[in-house]
Structure formats: C-alpha cells, structure tokens
C-alpha cells in the first residue's frame, strides 16, 4: 500500500499579530492573531512513508535541508507517526512558489502543507481543526495556513483548544496586499528567537499581551462587519506596538530598515491625501500594504520612485489547504 500524498498550502500575512509563546514545545500562543491567507505564495509538499526505520530525507526546491532543519521536520513528523502508531521513514519533497529573492519563503505555508500530506499519506483522516492543531506544532503561524482567506488562531488554554478557523468577510472581494520587497536576504533574528527573548526580557511584553488580546476582539468584529478602516488601523497598531515589545528587549532588536520607514512614510502620506492603504510588517524588513483593489493603480505608481517595479508583489486572499493522495 502506498502511504503518500501531496498538499498544497497558501502563505498567511497577520492583521493582529502572533507575538510569544507560554509553550515552547506545543507552540501554544500568549495571544490571539488574525490573519489573511494570500494567493501569491505557496508551498507543494509531497510526503513518502516507506515501512523501515531510518532518517528521514527532505528536499526544498530539490535542494536538502540543513541538519538542524531537516531535525525540525523530523520532530514534526514523529508526531504525525505518533498520531498512527508507526515508526517509518519519511522522504519529504517541498517546493517554495514565491518569487525568487522575495524574502518570504514562510513557515506557515510550510507546515500547514507538511500536515497534510503527512497526515494523508499515513491515512490519518484529519477534520481541519485537527489539521490546524497539527499544523500548530510546526510553527504557530501555520495553524492559520489551513484556511483561505481570513483566520482567526484563538490562543486557547491547551493543545485542544488552541487552533484557528476561518472568518467570513465582506471585505474578501475587495481587499489586496501589495507586498514591498526591502531586501531579500537571511534575517539576523528569526522570530522564534525574536519572540523569546521578547518574553523573557521587554519591560513591554506584558502591555502587548493584554493589548493584543483586547485589539483582536475588535479586529474580528472589523472584519466580519466589512469595516475596511478599522481594520487597517488595528493592523497597523498591531505591527507597530508589536516591534515596540522587541525595541525594549535585551539586547534590542529591529527589523526595520531605512526602506522599511521609508515606504511606512510614502502609505501615511498617500493615506493623508485619501487613499485607503495600511502598513504591517512582521519579522523582517519587507512592508506589506493592506489596501483595496481599486487602490492598486495609484499605489503602485506612488511608489514606483522610491521602489523597484520587481520588489512589488500584488496578493489577494488565496485559498485553504488542499491535500490528495498521490
Ligand atoms: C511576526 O509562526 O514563524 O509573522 O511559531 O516560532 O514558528 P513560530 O513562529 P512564526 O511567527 C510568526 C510571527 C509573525 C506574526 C504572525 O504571523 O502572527
């Protein structure tokens, strides 16, 4: 019998943000987050259980991992064969689709799909809230990888009740990100560290945490209600009191550039003359620009001075997870 099958899954950028966690091992969350899964970015994962022990293999764009990734993997799988009760060797070809150089390869759409071809491919029949519990245990952002368009990781008090589900929004036909591409390389602080040290060292953290929870109930209520305006004002808050907690850590840290302020200055500005654009930024330098499709134009050509035509990727809210058996 073949115990393979493939999944695709779609990237996620958070409206109200993901910011530390109280189970490093779980990745059970301090907060809430809210999502938007875009159709940009994705990852193909195609996983082979072969009935021996041994090491498993993965492939990245045909590329093997690093020792200390393929090892991140591999815990992850073992509780996938935990969940079925096997102890087989798993051959793990992934495929990053973001454009090369974007800085966005992501871990939410790489463990959302790595879920659920491992899953299938041990014929687990996983329900999505299984999925984004699994998915979880990858990386916290995943858990809202399952879903498409808009997604709501409510922290919950343990394993079982800390998952995502989706959110219906007027807002879905309307809404675009344009994503602004500051550099593209290695970030110095990943944000699993970031997060870390955030909790255990910034004077700041607290306030973030009781903030973020509150936001998030209004953030729903602005995105289920279609309130673009609120919306992308509480997702810029988000970003901002966000890297404000990392400012006050020891020792400090910031992933903005001079380019990030930059283009953070060009949306306030265009804002103030009428348009309808927001700002979010997440562990990295690249912005992301929260805005409506008949904004795009004007956007692009407001920022056509100061930006490559190539650093500006155009997203809209994608779709779920899909699985198959191959
Ligand atoms: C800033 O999900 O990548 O993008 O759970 O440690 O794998 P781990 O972290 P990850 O963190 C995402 C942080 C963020 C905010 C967000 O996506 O909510």
Redesign the pocket.
């Known amino acids: 019998m073949a115990h393979h099958a493939r999944a695709k899954a779609h990237t996620n950028i958070?409206l109200s943000?993901?910011?530390g966690k109280r189970d490093n091992e779980l990745?059970l969350p301090m907060n809430g987050?809210l999502?938007l899964t875009l159709d940009a970015f994705h990852t193909t994962t195609e996983v082979r259980f072969i009935e021996e022990r041994g090491s498993d293999t993965v492939l990245l764009n045909e590329q093997p991992l690093d020792d200390s990734a393929t090892a991140k993997v591999s815990r992850f799988l073992d509780r996938v064969r935990a969940l079925k009760g096997v102890d087989w060797r798993a051959e793990v070809h992934s495929h990053n689709q973001v454009p090369t150089g974007a800085g966005l390869a992501s871990?939410?759409s790489a463990f959302a799909a790595l879920a659920g071809a491992a899953s299938r491919a041990l014929g687990l029949e996983l329900d999505e809230r299984a999925l984004s519990i699994l998915a979880r245990k990858g990386?916290?952002?995943?858990s809202r990888s399952i879903f498409g368009g808009f997604a709501l990781w409510q922290a919950g008090e343990d394993d079982l009740s800390s998952y995502a589900y989706p959110l219906q929004s007027p807002l879905y036909d309307d809404i675009a990100m344009l994503v602004v591409v500051i550099n593209a390389a290695h970030k110095p602080v990943t944000?699993?560290e970031g997060?870390r040290r955030t909790v255990d060292t910034s004077p700041y953290y607290s306030a973030w945490v009781k903030d973020a929870e509150q936001r998030l109930g209004e953030m729903k209520h602005a995105v289920t209600h279609g309130d673009f305006t609120r919306m992308g004002e509480l997702a810029e808050m988000s970003a901002m009191r966000?890297h404000a907690s990392m400012l006050a850590a020891e020792p400090p840290f910031c992933y903005w550039e001079s380019g990030s302020l930059q283009v953070m200055q060009i949306v306030r500005e265009l804002r103030a003359q009428g348009c309808q654009c927001y700002f979010t930024m997440?562990?990295g330098p690249n912005v992301k620009i929260i805005t409506r499709n008949s904004e795009l134009a004007v956007l692009k050509r407001a920022l056509a001075a100061t930006v490559d035509e190539q650093a500006l990727l155009t997203a809209r809210p994608g779709p779920g997870l899909l699985v198959e058996n191959c």
């Open positions: 958070a943000k993901y910011w990745i987050s999502s871990s939410s990386s916290g952002s995943a944000s699993r997060m966000m997440d562990a």
